[in-house]
């Protein structure tokens, strides 16, 4: 990553390798986006220590910058492999950039995301993707970084979403339908897109990780040759009740019917609350069919996340892809 400049060095300096120190990151994160216009998600010690969990995550990716022992700028990147246009990249997805709200007009949130790149380029990644909030200031100011860094940027994608209150509780009638394995994720992301698109391939370690993740739901149709399934989790809510919410994240119909597609949304809703969630939340990535969501009471949420692509090999693409499968945190 020759063309990346010596600003990039120059910022490790002042960073070092995350501690584990959950409990400080989690207050750290709450104090800097309690004034948030929407309320944000809790992320607690105990989730932020099952992230990394996942396989490939590593302290090492993620940078922090302490004063004393408290931590006050963070950021990490989480690995990925995927195809971009048919040919396959390792990646991470960059997330969680917070700085302490005393620190927020100290250029640390900069440093802290600087020295990630950095390090995916001198771990072999084959570049980074970025998910910035419409409006929010990371959003407005992403591509004047990358210029200065002589790093090339496409905004890979742009995704609304759906949300559903579930108030009144589980939906009335309803087959229950068992959870997902990791063997059928893995099958269902296989039929996923490749030419013309960003796509992940997962590996069954990393199905397993998201079929355990704390607060973790599924449910699949159980069709031996052709899966169907849909995944997400659960968690708390900053709001004055720390409302429970469902986050969905994978959508595999296949070529299955509506019959099938809804049972599944309803047995995934019927689940969640279960588990103690109000609201579900989809985002629109794309990559497959929502109605049998629209058909099932989600409605658009008023909120737009848009997905930036740095590679900095050869192979970076000059305009979107035409398809986008990869998990937005």
């Not at 990151?25 to 986006?33: F, H, I, T, V």
């Not at 449910?219 to 659960?234: H, M, W």
């Not at 709001?239 to 595999?252: F, Q």
Request: glycine share 8%; proline share 6%; aromatic share 10%.
């Amino acid at each position: 990553m020759e063309g990346i400049a010596q600003t990039l060095r120059r910022a490790s300096s002042l960073v070092e390798d995350f501690r584990g120190d959950y409990d400080q990151l989690a207050a750290m994160m709450q104090a800097s986006w309690k004034n948030n216009v929407t309320p944000p998600f809790i992320y607690s010690p105990e989730f932020l220590a099952d992230c990394f969990r996942c396989p490939g995550s590593s302290f090492a990716l993620a940078p922090t910058v302490y004063h004393d022992s408290e931590p006050v700028a963070f950021a990490v990147g989480y690995p990925r492999r995927v195809t971009v246009g048919g040919a396959e990249q390792r990646i991470l997805i960059s997330t969680f950039l917070t700085v302490a709200p005393e620190q927020q007009s100290s250029g640390y949130g900069i440093v802290v995301w600087t020295e990630l790149l950095r390090r995916a380029a001198e771990a072999g990644f084959d570049g980074v993707v970025n998910y910035c909030v419409e409006g929010e200031a990371m959003d407005r100011m992403i591509h004047g970084l990358c210029r200065r860094l002589a790093l090339p940027i496409v905004r890979a994608a742009s995704f609304s979403y759906l949300a559903k209150s579930m108030w009144l509780g589980a939906p009335a009638g309803g087959a229950p339908l068992p959870g997902s394995s990791p063997e059928r994720l893995v099958q269902a992301a296989e039929r996923m897109p490749q030419n013309g698109a960003i796509s992940r391939r997962w590996t069954l370690e990393e199905a397993e990780w998201e079929l355990s993740r704390l607060g973790a739901v599924s449910v699949d149709a159980g069709i031996d040759s052709r899966p169907a399934l849909l995944t997400g989790y659960v968690m708390s809510v900053a709001d004055a009740v720390r409302t429970r919410c469902l986050v969905i994240r994978e959508v595999h119909w296949g070529d299955h019917g509506r019959e099938v597609r809804r049972a599944l949304v309803e047995a995934l809703v019927t689940k969640a609350v279960a588990a103690g969630a109000r609201i579900a939340f989809l985002p629109v990535l794309g990559y497959d069919d929502v109605s049998p969501f629209v058909a099932s009471g989600f409605v658009p949420a008023d909120h737009t996340t848009h997905a930036y692509l740095t590679l900095w090999s050869d192979s970076a693409p000059s305009r979107p892809p035409d398809r986008y499968y990869l998990d937005l945190i």
